[in-house]
């Protein structure tokens, strides 16, 4: 039996209350693992980059067989930058290179930088018009219910590219899930940790494009967005990306 892990941590009371958004983090487990992980969250929630939560809400649900879907795990590489704006001229040329207009990766760089405060979720952009497509405010759409099939063997993937740790192990997960949602052409990202000034683009084109550097050192503000088909049904995709439960499955597990 799976069950899926979830945890969301805020400052100044819950999310629906105005806490602001400290760290979140999901995993689907066998049970022998829930207690770890849901101790391993907590401390995450307590120590974070972005400050000590006051608010933390951990919910464990039994995923039932029939409700999993699996979609394969994007091939993975790096792209070259020295500082951030490089780092975000690099991404704008992933884009295009996936489909967005210039218009609307333009439009998703500004909406990230001139965000006020990081977001739980992420925004939705036409990938033509560049219009936010969502309607969900500050909240946006939380992308959960999303881990990888074999968890040794994904971690073995990152190793073999010399990466490790929390970031790049959730974003690439995330990402695939992201990537096999009918609609979605790209996405961009970048942390609001202050300390992890990596970003990427993603699509299901050509893959996970790692971007060294997205913002300067020290910067609260990151975010996420999807960058959408024109006319894409949206209830659908944000059910898909909200409820549907998908295990990562790579070619070595």
């Known amino acids: 039996m799976l069950y899926s892990i979830k945890m969301r941590s805020a400052q100044g009371g819950p999310h629906e209350k ?10 689907i487990l066998s049970e022998e693992k ?8 907590l401390h995450r929630a307590q120590g974070h980059q972005r400050g000590a939560a006051d608010f933390v809400s ?7 067989p029939s409700d999993i879907c699996y979609s394969p795990l994007l091939p993975f590489s790096s792209c070259q930058a020295v500082s951030a ?4 001229q690099t991404a704008v040329k992933e884009l295009l290179r996936a489909g967005v207009s210039v218009k609307a990766a333009a439009a998703g760089i ?9 977001m739980r979720g992420a925004m939705l952009l036409d990938a033509q018009s560049g219009e936010r497509v969502d309607g969900l ?14 968890p040794e063997a994904y971690e073995a993937i990152l190793l073999k590219q ?10 690439l997960v995330l990402a695939s899930k992201v990537a096999g949602a009918q609609g979605i052409v790209a996405e961009l990202c970048w ?19 790692r971007i060294p550097i997205m913002k300067a050192q020290g910067d609260p503000i990151g975010g996420r967005v999807f960058f959408t088909e024109p006319g894409t049904d949206l209830q659908q995709l944000i059910v898909y990306l909200q409820e549907q439960v998908v295990l990562i499955r790579s070619e070595e597990g």
């Open 18 to 27: 105005g806490g602001r958004h400290i760290s979140g983090a999901e995993r």
């Open 34 to 41: 829930i207690e770890q992980t849901l101790v391993a969250m």
């Open 58 to 64: 951990l919910k464990v649900e039994i995923v039932k």
């Open 85 to 88: 704006a490089e780092g975000r």
């Open 110 to 118: 500004y909406q990230i930088k001139n965000l006020r405060d990081s």
């Open 137 to 150: 405010g500050e909240r946006g759409v939380r992308v959960s219910k999303m881990d990888c099939a074999d």
């Open 162 to 171: 010399g990466l490790s740790g929390d970031h790049v192990r959730e974003a």
């Open 191 to 209: 942390s609001d940790d202050p300390d992890y000034v990596t970003g990427y683009v993603a699509s299901g084109l050509f893959g996970y494009r």
